[in-house]
T-cell receptor, first 111, second 113 residues
Framework: DTAVSQTPKYLVTQMGNDKSIKCEQN?????MYWYKQDSKKFLKIMFS???????INETVPNRFSPKSPDKAHLNLHINSLELGDSAVYFC??????????FGPGTRLTVL | GENVEQHPSTLSVQEGDSAVIKCTYS??????FPWYKQELGKRPQLIID?????GEKKDQRIAVTLNKTAKHFSLHITETQPEDSAVYFC????????????FGTGTRLKVLA
């Protein structure tokens, strides 16, 4: 029974397209995050939501728009995809201010 | 700005030997320090963590030490096994409205059989 799940696992698309990644957690956690892991494996936070409210918004291009329909879901929509958006995107959730549990990741390739 | 430095970037050890990975953080207000293990193509998994009111924590072959004065923390793996081979990330939790992680740059550990 997967705790933090993401879809799709792989996403290959052309430059300029718009795509979405979905994340769901069944742990009852209040806080969810999006991270980007680039080709050098650097992990960097993008967004955080607490109970559907945006609380962290790093210096991410406004082509990236997170949406949290409820506290169990945090989706990421990306407009006008660019080559540099190619990366693995991880969703995570946290029950408190400490531990974070990661989803399996979505490998996005922009051609 | 906030920063976490991690060393070494790669580490090769013989099976059975110990491995030590070190991190330094910049924000003295950081109060929580997790370590994650990431196997190839997999998600980062929390393996051990330490809070700022504790100097050392151990879980079987894994231990973490924290020196708040020096703003250093380290991961120690004893009796390494081939399945310990992975990329290890340290992180420091800082408060910015809410708490967020700043990750180190990762250490690729290879345990040679």
């Amino acid at each position: 029974d997967t705790a933090v799940s993401q879809t799709p696992k792989y996403l290959v698309t052309q430059m300029g397209n718009d795509k979405s990644i979905k994340c769901e957690q069944n742990l009852g956690h209040d806080t969810m995050y999006w991270y980007k892991q680039d080709s050098k494996k650097f992990l960097k936070i993008m967004f955080s939501y607490n109970n559907k409210e945006l609380i962290i918004n790093e210096t991410v291009p406004n082509r990236f728009s997170p949406k949290s329909p409820d506290k169990a879901h945090l989706n990421l929509h990306i407009n006008s995809l660019e080559l540099g958006d190619s990366a693995v995107y991880f969703c995570a959730s946290s029950p408190n201010l400490y531990e974070q549990f990661f989803g399996p990741g979505t490998r996005l390739t922009v051609l | 700005g906030e920063n976490v430095e991690q060393h070494p970037s790669t580490l090769s050890v013989q099976e059975g030997d110990s491995a030590v990975i070190k991190c330094t953080y910049s924000d003295s207000a950081s109060n929580y320090f997790p370590w994650y293990k990431q196997e190839l193509g997999k998600r980062p998994q929390l393996i051990i963590d330490i809070r700022s009111n504790v100097g050392e924590k151990k879980d079987q072959r894994i231990a973490v030490t924290l020196n708040k004065t020096a703003k250093h923390f380290s991961l120690h793996i004893t009796e390494t096994q081939p399945e310990d081979s992975a990329v290890y990330f340290c992180a420091a939790s800082i408060r910015q409205g809410t708490y967020k992680y700043i990750f180190g740059t990762g250490t690729r550990l290879k345990v040679l059989a």
